[in-house]
């Protein structure tokens, strides 16, 4: 008995001081949600937020469809103005509205990655994990409508270097937004608020941050129909996000060859 316990003693004095060792062994997943700041991730060109150009080009993106109601009708404003976008799509949204991404790609809008079911990366998940929801529509939009595009956006914003390096490994950039350009649409807010956001704040170069499936909502079309005809005559563009890194390559190039 006595030995038993003296056994019992030692076993607990090697877990307690050995549990300090063995913590980092244990955390160390948990390491790959370490989150730099902005100007980390912007100089690397692992994140975009906004693409600061001199020509008075926007980039619209709509998140979270395609969705039977809203999108055609907001595919219908676009090309009324001449507007090209960028739509982050849902993978598990793909099957059930292929005649919708068929027609943004046909009118010549740029498909990005949104994941598979609209995962929120705040919180620990395996790389693994991450790739997943970020391959299996990788896939689906090849399949469907034959497409890929350097651009992965995170649901809600949220990204982590384990996020970041899974969409590398798919070959993909993570896109976020202006923050000064976020209409926050999903929460309908009011046409005008959408508005007066967009109109408000814009600079050449932004990335406007809307949605194509809000549940009972028609504020992000409607807002469309006033934004869209108002920046057109202030002289402004709307291109894909390929488009606007592009153009921002050129200006770049042309900088070079100036200062060489
Ligand atoms: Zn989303």
Redesign the pocket.
């Known amino acids: 008995m006595n030995a038993l316990k003296k056994l019992q003693t030692v076993g607990k004095w090697l877990i307690l001081t050995l549990s300090p060792l063995l913590l980092p062994a244990f955390e160390a997943p948990y390491e790959s949600t370490v989150v730099h700041d902005r100007s980390y991730y912007e100089q690397r060109g692992d994140v975009m937020w906004e693409v600061p150009i001199e020509e008075k080009l926007i980039a619209l993106t709509f998140?979270?469809g395609p969705s039977f109601d809203l999108t055609p009708q907001i595919l219908d404003v676009l090309k009324q103005y001449d507007a090209k976008a960028t739509f982050?799509v849902?993978g598990n949204r793909i099957d059930r509205h292929k005649d919708i991404v068929l027609r943004e790609v046909m009118e010549g809008h740029e498909i990005g990655n949104?994941t598979f079911n609209?995962a929120f990366f705040n919180h620990h998940l395996s790389k693994n994990r991450i790739s997943r929801e970020i391959e299996t529509t990788k896939r689906k939009l090849k399949e469907v409508a034959g497409v890929d595009s350097p651009w992965f956006?995170p649901?809600?914003g949220y990204y982590n270097d384990s996020v970041i390096e899974a969409a590398k490994e798919s070959g993909y950039t993570v896109i976020l937004w202006s923050w000064h350009q976020d209409t926050e649409d999903?929460k309908s807010p009011g046409v005008e608020a959408i508005v007066n956001k967009v109109l408000n704040n814009v600079r050449n170069g932004d990335i406007v941050l809307m949605?194509d499936n809000v549940m009972h909502s028609h504020q992000t079309v409607d807002a469309l129909k006033i934004i869209l005809p108002e920046l057109k005559a202030r002289g402004y563009k709307f291109v894909t996000i390929s488009e606007l890194v592009e153009q921002k390559y050129r200006w770049d190039e042309l900088d070079y060859f100036q200062y060489e």
């Open positions: 998140d979270d982050f849902l949104h609209h956006r649901p809600g999903w949605h």
